[in-house]
């Protein structure tokens, strides 16, 4: 059997595994990753040791692929940008094939999540996928035909920089009204901090779970009472769902896809955010009525996604 170790780079762990040709993760480890005001060589240190700890236990390793959370150029070897990280079009591939010892294939986290949702998860059968990861942003990833798109410089995908309010809040890209200032993480503890600071009545709950601490809120204790009855909470998620319904109609109309693909941290709401979706998907749907209605499902594979999908299209390409 073929094994190949992915790496996963976000934005405070390098996780790692050895993965089979069936998508199982067989022996697993991870790092803090180092703070971008460190250089590039640090963090190139973290993935060898991770590699190198790794091949310890299993030596039979074909290749290794790398999920970078930051805008991958298209030849799959230079990081472009990484937001939480000190690179800049960083050369990563041929830095760490001079201390590596193995094809090495290096890809954006959610174009690797993505193929792995479509191998071995959520969209398995499916020839046209489009993923949305939420999380403290939102990213995305699309597949026509069992293909990445990656487009002309690589960095397709970036949805969560589609501007959806004209004017609207504040985004960290520069712009304003970005998808992501609405249907992200953020989003929800901006709006439910925001509550408990006004000592909104409605918040009682959500400012008894932290004490009234509102910095101390995060999205998972939101979801957590959401499930538990919580009023505000569930409403919370709905708003956050209804952003997701819209920005997906938008992407259908742009991709025609048969599965929507929702992964990321917020997505552990499960149905308490895609039901809202779904209900504004089609209101919202270009042709509602007329056409058919893509899925939108949750992802299956959770935080290991990215490292799975890396170390299988490593595999693949080493075998080309």
Same mark, same amino acid.
């Given at each position: 059997m073929s094994l190949a170790i992915g790496i996963d780079i976000g934005g405070t762990k390098v996780a790692g595994g050895v993965v089979d040709e069936d998508g199982q993760?067989?022996?697993? *480890? /991870? &790092? =803090? *990753?180092? +703070? /971008?005001?460190?250089?590039? &060589?640090?963090?190139? =240190?973290? @993935?060898?040791d991770v590699v190198e700890e790794l091949r310890a236990q299993r030596p039979d390793i074909t290749a290794v692929g790398i999920g970078a959370a930051g805008f991958v150029a298209a030849d799959r070897a230079t990081v472009v940008f990484a937001p939480h990280l000190s690179w800049r079009h960083e050369p990563l591939r041929d830095a760490l094939s001079k201390r590596i010892d193995a094809p090495i294939l290096v890809e954006n986290d959610a174009n690797a999540a993505c193929w792995a $949702?479509? &191998?071995?998860?959520?969209?398995?059968? $499916?020839? =046209?996928?489009?993923?949305? #990861?939420?999380g403290t942003g939102i990213g995305g990833a699309i597949l026509m035909h069992g293909e990445l798109i990656r487009g002309r410089y690589g960095i397709a995908g970036e949805f969560g920089h589609m501007q959806v309010v004209p004017e609207g809040q504040r985004c960290e890209c520069g712009n304003r009204g970005c998808w992501e200032q609405?249907?992200?993480g953020n989003a929800l503890v901006r709006e439910a901090r925001a509550m408990i600071l006004a000592n909104s009545p409605v918040a009682t709950d959500l400012a008894a779970r932290v004490d009234g601490r509102a910095d101390e809120l995060t999205g998972p204790i939101v979801t957590e009472a959401a499930r538990d009855g919580d009023a505000t909470s569930t409403e919370? %998620?709905? $708003?956050?769902? +209804?952003? %997701?319904? @819209?920005?997906?109609? #938008?992407?259908?109309?742009?991709f025609d896809p048969g599965t929507f693909v929702i992964g990321g941290g917020v997505s552990a709401a499960g149905e308490l955010l895609l039901g809202p979706a779904r209900e504004t998907f089609r209101r919202r749907l270009t042709g509602r009525g007329y056409r058919p209605e893509a899925q939108i499902v949750a992802a299956r594979l959770g935080n290991e996604a990215g490292l799975i999908g890396a170390a299988d299209l490593a595999r693949n390409e080493a075998s080309e």
């Open positions: 993760v067989l022996v697993r *480890t /991870r &790092r =803090d *990753t180092p +703070h /971008r005001s460190k250089r590039p &060589r640090v963090v190139e =240190d973290t @993935i060898v $949702e479509w &191998r071995f998860g959520a969209a398995q059968g $499916e020839s =046209d996928v489009v993923m949305v #990861n939420l609405y249907a992200s919370l %998620l709905a $708003e956050i769902g +209804h952003w %997701l319904g @819209i920005g997906i109609a #938008n992407l259908a109309a742009a």
